[in-house]
């Protein structure tokens, strides 16, 4: 039953992240998925640290913004 809740709940999550997103312009596209992607990583590079997790989104986001 605890995993059945969590699969909805992630699946809700996913489906409203997925429509929130639905009007962005390029620049805001890039810069969302440039802090997901830096969050992944830094994430992965630091072993699960929130430290690394925080400055690895905001370092994505950054670059994310940067790129056209």
Do not use: F, P, Y
Request: glycine share 20%.
């Amino acid at each position: 039953m605890k995993q059945m809740l969590k699969t909805i709940m992630l699946g809700a999550a996913l489906a409203a992240m997925v429509t929130g997103c639905a009007d962005m312009n390029q620049r805001q596209r890039n810069t969302a998925i440039g802090a997901g992607a830096g969050a992944v990583l830094g994430s992965v590079l630091t072993n699960g640290d929130s430290l690394g997790t925080l400055g690895g989104a905001a370092v994505g986001g950054i670059i994310g913004h940067q790129t056209r």
